[in-house]
């Protein structure tokens, strides 16, 4: 009986935030149970780790973090760092030298914003498009260029190396005007890992699902406005996770990324201005909203368009009456549909492109 190929799957997988977290997660055991021995190429780097460490210390830049909440930001670092050591993880080496990862028969690249150029420390990091690694076979799976946007284009010594890669998928339509104009070829649409390999955790503690789920920060004050006044009209708690809050009635700063998914998954509706938060909402068929922060304006608009449910998109302009609605339907079946066309997309692409 032939081996399983060995496979590398290339992300950002130590970054300090649920969706990169889960993303990685969700890739790496689906190719597992598809029969793969796959594992997360560990790079490392002491510049990046303590960027990140900086920035989950201090989210709301150039807003200071309150000395009072410091400890439970540290401990909301703990809890990640102890949630990617149970992932199956290769033998650690510098994100500098992509030669030192070892010898795989396919390395996947993705998913996540690997090829955001804009990204403060990963962007622009030649190892992402696949420079000196080791492999038959170099493929993309879900990637993006996060805040990249199409309309600044792709340099052509950034295009070439795109090249090598024997087949591409992106995760979002932007992505794909990116691959396309600076490559001349198609990319395949697929869907972002936690929503094609979902996972099913069970919450750290229960839950009674009288609450609603708020995720992300810098909220406008008229969405915290309308938001309260629906929660407040049914009785619903509003449960802030890994960030502070002010206007919900409880802080889950230390939440790590089991508990975050347990939440969601209990949760009667959510709040978000995050990508993964939008997914995770999708993913367990909760009704939710979101204003897309700066940084995001262009992967949930891309994403909000690709199902077809514009509407979730709510902006200043959005009434009262709208917002309640929205918040007490869940997907809609068109929705459904897509999803579940976008899946067997995903399928046939991941059964074309891997041996």
Known sequence: MARPSKIGVLTFHRSINYGSYWQARCLVEGLRARGY??????????????????????PELPRRTPRRLLKSYTA???????AVAALPLSRRFSLH??????????????????????HPWFGSKPIFFGEELRTERLVSYA???????????????????????????????????????????????????????????AAERPRDGHYAVVYGHGFPAWLKKRVRRWADARG????????????ADEQLVTA????????????RAV???????????????KPWVSSPSAYRSIKIPDLVSVLGVQSRLIDHGTSQEMVDELLETAIQPHAAQRLAELRAQSDAYLDAALP
């Open 76 to 82: 909301k670092v703990r809890r990640f760092a102890g």
């Open 97 to 118: 030298e992509p030669e030192r990862a070892g010898k795989y028969d396919v390395i996947v690249v993705g998913s996540d914003e690997v090829w955001n150029f804009r």
């Open 236 to 247: 619903l708690r509003l449960v802030s996770i890994g960030y502070l809050n002010n206007w």
């Open 143 to 201: 990637a993006s260029f996060g805040n990249h946007s199409a309309w600044d284009g792709i340099d052509p010594e950034w295009a070439r190396k795109l090249d090598r890669f024997s087949t591409i998928s992106v995760r979002d339509e932007n992505s794909g005007h990116l691959v396309r104009g600076g490559t001349g070829r198609e990319p395949v649409l697929v869907l972002d890992p936690c929503l094609q390999f979902p996972q099913s955790p």
């Open 256 to 267: 790590g990324p089991i508990e975050f998914a347990g939440l969601m998954a209990s949760a």
């Open 271 to 285: 709040v978000t201005n995050f990508f993964h938060g939008c997914i995770f909402a999708l993913l367990n068929g």
């Open 37 to 58: 021995d796959a594992e997360l190429l560990d790079h490392d780097c002491t510049c990046i780790r303590r960027a990140e460490i900086a920035c989950a210390l201090q």
